[in-house]
């Protein structure tokens, strides 16, 4: 089929237990911007089993159409039967571009729909667009982050990708947008390879990190316990959660739940603190849509400065005590 055949811009709405993941919004607002450029209807595909309700929602968030295809078999998460329905849907409407987020679910299926579709995949886009001879693009980190290369999937449809969190801002959500709502039967056969016995929420300690305000995080020039205790002394006074760059977790000195780039956590916090910390690719990624950025670094050539609102050129061993220090007297 020639590749002129296909249109629309597919969201997998992705949810759990009726609970649609906050990706799903900010994919759908950046859809907005795609639609703006090639006039293409924005559609939210929609699997589980008594998830129709989420459909008006999707609406409000920017999609223009949503497909529900309900099926028992789809209640829970599992590989097989979503790929299967999900298929069936991309080859009888043919869209040109299909979205996932960058989280576990989304990782796994769109691995596997690249097989079915026959078609190319980019994993863990941070942005996507048109460059100037209209070819449709997605930037992702390559080269262990050091480099941003722009992927172009020129010949087969649909052009696949999956988004990392926190990249865009969701639309204000408009309950009088109105579309169409589309009920689609898809067969699909339950997996019988595994069963869940049951799903227990995942225990965290204060607040998850892409949910906090405040984060104070910490690069490679910490070096020891003391140093970490320090910035957990700072993120304490001004109720902040704790963050990391990745040579600290590889280190030992904090958890993996705590790394914030690529290979971690995405964060969009109303302000972030970073302190001994360069300002990898990797680590940029993941952060830097916060809407107030703030980094501690002995070198003034160091690559965070270019993304930082305010920047301290020093050795944090003295500033960070002096902040905690004036803090401190002014609570008092």
């Not at 237990?17 to 293409?40: C, I, R, S, Y």
């Not at 599992?78 to 987020?101: F, N, V, W």
């Not at 869940?196 to 305000?213: F, H, M, N, Q, W």
Request: charged content about 20%.
């Amino acid at each position: 089929m020639a590749k002129e055949n296909y249109k629309g811009i597919w969201i997998f709405a992705e949810q759990q237990n009726g609970v649609l993941e906050p990706t799903v919004f900010e994919l759908l607002a950046k859809a907005q911007e795609l639609k703006a450029h090639n006039g293409e209807e924005i559609v939210a595909v929609l699997l589980g089993c008594g998830v129709a309700q989420l459909a008006p929602s999707l609406i409000a968030g920017g999609a223009d159409k949503v497909i529900v295809a309900e099926n028992e078999a789809l209640a829970q998460y599992s590989a097989r039967p979503y790929q299967q329905a999900l298929t069936q849907l991309a080859e009888k409407y043919m869209p040109s571009i299909i979205l996932y987020g960058a989280t576990s679910l989304g990782r796994d299926l769109a691995p596997r729909m690249m097989i079915s579709l026959k078609t190319g995949l980019t994993a863990d886009a941070i942005d996507l667009g048109y460059d100037e001879d209209d070819v449709f693009f997605q930037t992702t980190p390559a080269y262990g982050g050091s480099i941003l290369a722009h992927i172009v999937i020129l010949e087969c449809r649909p052009q696949m990708s999956t988004v990392r969190p926190k990249m865009f801002e969701p639309l204000i959500p408009d309950e009088s947008r109105t579309g169409e709502v589309i009920t689609e039967n898809v067969t699909v056969e339950k997996d019988d390879c595994y069963e869940v016995i049951s799903v227990e929420p995942k225990v965290v300690t204060g607040i998850p990190l892409d949910k906090a305000r405040v984060i104070v995080s910490g690069g490679r020039g910490v070096k020891s316990e003391e140093e970490l205790n320090m910035l957990r002394e700072l993120a304490s006074l001004i109720g902040a959660q704790l963050g990391a760059a990745r040579p600290l977790v590889d280190c030992g000195f904090l958890p993996h739940d705590l790394q914030i780039g690529q290979s971690g956590v995405a964060v969009k916090p109303e302000m972030i603190i970073n302190v001994a910390l360069s300002g990898s690719v990797q680590y940029q990624v993941g952060m830097q849509s916060s809407k107030c950025i703030a980094s501690i670094n002995y070198t003034a050539g160091a690559p965070i400065f270019d993304i930082s609102h305010y920047g301290v050129v020093a050795d944090f061993k003295s500033v960070v005590p002096a902040i905690i220090e004036e803090i401190k007297n002014r609570k008092a």
